[in-house]
């Protein structure tokens, strides 16, 4: 399928039968009080609370703000749908330039105007495309890590573990008690990836290899790497992991630790947002992050996606305001008020919740200094490093190949388009 010449020929297709079955939760603000409505596109249903405020408050003037959710799994699939048409005037792209690629390739995201000059520039690479220009307004930092379901690990006499060592303890112990010990929801592909793939890297990689992997200089079969792979596949084989992990997705996994019949998960701090809908199974519910206890035993922070401006709009000035204000210190306080998760500005503002302040410390104290997710070098060319990691953890965990078969892809893969690393890892 020719993306771009759909994309040109957008009138032509007609899927409304698809769109009717595709789940949707809107998030819709009446518009006779307004000049104009911008529609944004999200996957992200604690930012609904966040735009309704800011619409009906009218922080924007006479520009309201029509919320459309989409599930996380359909969220890719369901906005390439639409834009073929006349498609949202605003929409949130996972962050990194593999993801942007076909976005950019199309015409369907250009270069911003938008002053990020007040963006924490640790975010900034989140909308950066893989030709180093930007196309998106980062919108939070996150923070991922091991998180666990504090009652489980108390009830059972479990300390944080701060070594493999005592986590393998602790997950003997679980298992022993009828508790899965680390719960994987293999079937979302972006999860393994930015997810599972990067915190592993974080917690077993020490961040100097790691920044040999991105420019070229280590390769992805060493041993370094296959231990997360390695880790993984050892988790798996002692029955540490769900059984039924190929076949559980994200939700399926958050909904198994909200009660308590899973102690653990690799997942990010927005799970634990006040929105997140793991309180609707415990109200009461309390987590807690640390990260794989390994060598480099660090958490994985990062800017976590971007707002971008759909080229065709017939809305762009009303666009472009709203896009302009998400770049904004008076945006960041909103954020952190509605949304409850670290905003991707740079500058000053207030956190009183003492989980964020929680979450603000680690990252400053502890958290690893490389995201291959993200970087240029390994994402520019296809099939894209977040491809491949993708897509090897699904053959591990499915157990069609084993972590040096793994690694041995994800080098031949890289190696197929002649990434930096190609002449130095045959």
């Known amino acids: 399928m020719n993306w771009e010449n759909q994309y040109q020929g957008r009138n032509a297709v007609k899927l409304s039968a698809l769109l009717a079955t595709t789940a949707l939760a809107a998030a819709l603000v009446a518009t006779s009080a307004y000049a104009e409505t911008i ?34 799994d359909d969220y890719d699939s369901k906005i390439r749908i639409d834009l073929q048409s006349e498609g949202p005037d605003l929409f949130q792209g996972r962050a990194g330039a593999a993801w942007l690629s076909s976005f950019v390739d199309a015409g369907i995201v250009k270069p911003i105007s938008t002053d990020l000059s007040g963006i924490a520039p640790a ?21 991922q890590s091991v998180i666990y379901n504090t009652k489980v690990l108390a009830d059972n006499g479990i300390d944080v573990p701060k070594s493999m060592d005592e ?9 022993a008690a009828g508790i899965i010990p680390v719960n994987f929801g293999a079937r979302s592909g972006w999860w393994l990836n930015q997810v599972v793939g990067e915190t592993m890297t974080a917690g077993l990689v020490p961040d100097d290899f790691a920044a040999k992997l991105v ?25 540490y992991i769900n059984s039924s992990a190929m076949a559980d997705d994200y939700g399926a996994m958050r909904t198994s630790v909200a009660l308590g ?5 690799l997942d990010g701090v927005w799970s634990t947002g006040p929105t997140s809908p793991m309180f609707e199974i415990d109200p009461d519910l309390k987590m807690g992050f640390f990260p794989v206890p390994g060598a480099n035993a660090k958490v ?17 000035e ?62 520019k060319g296809q099939p894209s490093y977040g491809t491949l990691v993708s897509d090897g953890y699904g053959a591990l965990l499915s157990g069609s190949a084993s972590p040096e078969e793994v690694a041995r892809k994800i080098q031949d893969g890289l190696n197929s388009w002649g990434y930096v690393g190609a002449a130095n890892c045959k």
């Open 261 to 265: 019949e899973s102690a653990m998960m």
């Open 167 to 175: 986590f393998t303890a602790a997950a003997d112990k679980l298992k």
């Open 39 to 72: 529609k944004l596109y999200t996957w992200r249903e604690q930012e609904i609370p966040l735009w309704k405020y800011i619409s009906d408050s009218k922080v924007l003037g006479d520009i309201a703000i029509e919320v459309v959710q989409v599930n996380s």
């Open 300 to 316: 994985y922070a990062f800017g976590d996606g971007t707002y971008l401006l759909n080229s065709a709009t017939k809305h762009a």
């Open 318 to 379: 009303a666009a472009q305001k709203v896009l302009d204000f998400t770049a904004t210190k008076a945006f960041a306080e909103l954020f952190v008020k509605y949304v409850g998760e670290l905003p991707a500005y740079g500058g000053e503002y207030t956190v009183e919740d003492p989980r964020l302040k929680e979450v603000a410390g680690m990252i400053a104290a502890n958290s690893s200094s490389v995201t291959p997710f993200f970087a240029y070098a390994l994402n």
């Open 215 to 239: 420019s070229g200089g280590a390769c992805f079969t060493d041993p370094t790497f296959v231990a997360t792979l390695q880790t993984v596949k050892d988790w798996q084989n002692k029955g």
């Open 123 to 143: 975010a900034i690479d989140a909308g950066r495309g893989a030709d180093g220009q930007q196309y998106g307004v980062p919108f939070a930092i996150q923070m």
